[in-house]
């Protein structure tokens, strides 16, 4: 395991961590779970400079950078919804979004047998929600606003689906083309 995939498996493992801070009894929890959510934002941002810098991006890393991403953020909607500072709906759109991207990860690894690396507008909008689950985990924002900058940002994450979406089928479908006599 290379240095990139073993921060992503430390993302991971910030998860539970995250979660258990964010309903712990401490003082300042949420503030304390932002910490850990900016740890894990960070080994994000590390593993992905280490990797292209010095050539490790590796089939497994290209699934589990996004796993830890997904895996993380879908933490922080949980627990921001738990809360009631955001609408059920925004979790419910963001996971069927995930859906459709494994969907379109697994058929592409059964056609091509490789994964899709991550594109520009998925990077933005990936930052774009850790951004805004920090913000809402930190201050107290009305309702409304909350729900419009989490909505900002899963509009940004639904161009990124039609972005991976258009480049999934080229590549199946350049990859039928060149099987054909």
Not at 114 to 126: E, Q, R
Request: glycine share 4%; proline share 4%.
């Amino acid at each position: 395991m290379n240095i990139p995939n073993a921060l992503s498996m430390i993302r991971l493992a910030l998860v539970p961590v995250f979660v258990m801070v964010y309903f712990s009894d401490l003082p300042n929890a949420h503030r304390l779970a932002g910490l850990v959510f900016v740890c894990a934002a960070f080994t994000d941002m590390l593993d992905g400079i280490i990797a292209r810098k010095f050539n490790m991006i590796t089939r497994l890393g290209r699934l589990l950078d996004p796993l830890a991403d997904k895996t993380m953020t879908a933490a922080a909607l949980v627990c921001v919804i738990i809360e009631g500072i955001i609408p059920l709906w925004v979790f419910i759109v963001f996971a069927a979004k995930e859906v459709l991207m494994g969907v379109g990860t697994i058929v592409m690894y059964k056609r091509a047998k490789d994964v899709m690396p991550s594109n520009i507008v998925g990077k933005i909008a990936t930052t774009l929600f850790f951004a805004s689950c920090l913000v809402l985990m930190i201050f107290e924002i009305p309702k409304l606003a909350a729900t419009i900058m989490i909505s900002a940002a899963l509009l940004l994450t639904m161009v990124a689906l039609v972005v991976y979406g258009i480049q999934v089928y080229g590549l199946i479908f350049k990859k039928d083309e060149q099987q054909k006599p």
